[in-house]
């Protein structure tokens, strides 16, 4: 009798460990596969070097990606590739300003159309906004206004109504705090947003 840390232990307590087929063709499959997974990662880490940094005198240029990881037709893509906002003048709900930030609404509306047309599953809820200035209710009513001039053009350039829907928000959702001219004029705005 042999002992195992105070424990004794009799010879025919102990048997033998057998290898049966299915765990042996296991054993081995595991070791086949790793050798297949070390082959495939050798040869992808040997593909750079073979390589050739020249591209092929034939091959046609590569489009230009609007934006690395935005997915085309999305929110992101209107903010980054035709812009979700234009802006008004102090106390006006028309789309041509005269103020630095609204020279450029009808290009950015015009750009919205053509992406709308291009993105025709895509639905847009239009959010007129104002500047701090004023009361709730005078401002709920200019930036539904705002709202409204906006969806109008966009129906006008070929977008179905049945896509846009507005909403006010007045003075409640400033992108810009502070009180002075700069702040007021980024907070007198429409957002498109993609819904």
């Known amino acids: 009798m042999a002992s195992f840390r105070g424990y004794r232990i009799r010879s025919r307590d102990v048997r033998p460990i057998r290898h049966t087929p299915l765990l042996l063709s296991t054993?081995?499959?595991?070791?086949?596969?790793d050798a297949k997974i070390l082959g495939t990662l050798a040869l992808v880490a040997l593909l750079p070097a073979c390589s050739s940094n020249q591209p092929a005198a034939n091959a046609a240029?590569?489009?230009?990606?609007?934006?690395?990881?935005?997915?085309?037709?999305?929110?992101?893509?209107?903010v980054a590739n035709v812009g979700d906002r234009i802006y008004f003048d102090y106390d006006r709900s028309n789309i041509?300003?005269?103020?630095?930030?609204?020279?450029?609404?009808?290009?950015?509306?015009?750009?919205?159309?053509?992406?709308?047309?291009k993105y025709p599953q895509n639905n847009v809820q239009v959010a007129g906004n104002c500047d701090e200035r004023g009361t709730e209710e005078y401002n709920l009513a200019l930036g539904q206004r705002r709202?409204?001039?906006?969806?109008?053009?966009?129906?006008?350039?070929g977008v179905a109504a049945g896509r846009i829907t507005t909403v006010?928000?007045?003075?409640?959702?400033?992108?810009?705090?502070?009180s002075n001219e700069d702040a007021w004029s980024q907070n007198r705005n429409a957002t498109t947003s993609v819904r």
Do not use: F
């Not at 054993?27 to 596969?33: A, C």
């Not at 041509?96 to 047309?117: F, V």
């Open 61 to 78: 240029p590569a489009a230009a990606p609007t934006s690395v990881g935005i997915v085309p037709g999305s929110q992101e893509d209107l």
């Open 147 to 157: 709202a409204d001039a906006d969806a109008a053009y966009l129906k006008a350039h």
């Open 96 to 117: 041509r300003g005269t103020g630095p930030r609204t020279a450029n609404n009808m290009a950015t509306l015009d750009k919205q159309a053509a992406w709308l047309q």
């Open 168 to 178: 006010s928000y007045g003075k409640d959702r400033p992108v810009a705090l502070g």
């Open 27 to 33: 054993y081995q499959g595991r070791n086949h596969m």
